[in-house]
């Protein structure tokens, strides 16, 4: 299931969508695809990766070489995106409408979508890992992406070594277990950054979404009764456009305020 738009977005359009986004608290609490996108071009020779974050209900991993700047710019945009979502639509049901709304949002921070695609998705076996679920999904992403095969197996690399990091980084996971009990949607993201030395940022992004019918407290590192629960799969590739990521900057962190910092942290991979 495709999910394309072709309207033509100003930068008016962005900054009136983006100043009426409601994100105040309140009491509401695979296999790849053959698709191809025109991505821009991203050459092979970069850095080992090395830091990654949590944002939200998601783990985001950066391959070495992101200017502070642009990594802060990519948290700060996925976590107000996600919280746009999840006031709109809290419930798990709502799954399909919280990822377009979540991307819709992206694009009006500053990102061009190359490519969108949300469908159900069967576990195999009697029981999965939400964590490698995501990772796979991220996977036929990066296919997706049609980066050279190096850049690839590197920005696979880098959100594997994210989570695999994050069993033994006990901050970091005790911020992602309290920031998915208190958003209550049922979600978690997996992505991986990269930036060109032409300056070009790009992002694959795998997002598992569930409908849980037995009470599951926590997420990530735990087996999951594949009877229980239903799946579905988005997967996007983005890129970041700078001109408009710079208007748009300076909003996002007023509407953000101090979850800019409580919601995030960052740790070593």
Known sequence: MNIES??????????????????AVDEV????????????RLVAEVQAPTRASIVGDAILAFVS??????????????LFASLVANKKYPRDEQS???????????????WNILSRYYDSVSA?????????LALKILGSAVAAAAVPGPTSVLMLKVAGDAI???????????????NTAESGTGGVGVASCLETPQGEVIMALGVVR??????????????????????YR?????????????????????????????????YEI
């Open 164 to 178: 695999a990091a994050l069993q033994t980084s006990d901050k970091p996971l005790q911020v992602f277990d309290r």
């Open 65 to 78: 070489g992101m200017s502070p700047q642009n990594q802060a710019d990519v948290q700060h945009a996925y």
């Open 6 to 23: 072709s309207a033509v977005v100003t930068l008016v359009d962005r900054l009136e969508r983006l100043s009426a986004y409601d994100v």
């Open 96 to 110: 399909k409408e919280w990822y377009q709304q979540f991307l819709q949002v992206m694009q009006d921070c500053g």
């Open 210 to 231: 569930f409908i849980k019918r037995a009470n599951q407290t926590r997420v990530l590192f735990i087996d999951w009764d594949a009877s229980k629960v239903d799946l």
């Open 234 to 266: 988005g997967e996007c590739q983005m890129v970041m456009v700078p001109s408009i990521t710079a208007r748009t900057r300076n909003m996002i962190l007023d509407k953000l305020g101090d979850r800019a910092q409580s919601k995030i942290e960052e």
């Open 29 to 40: 609490f695979i296999a790849p695809r053959g698709l191809s996108v025109n991505a821009p």
């Open 124 to 132: 195999s076996g009697k029981s999965f890992k939400v964590d490698q």
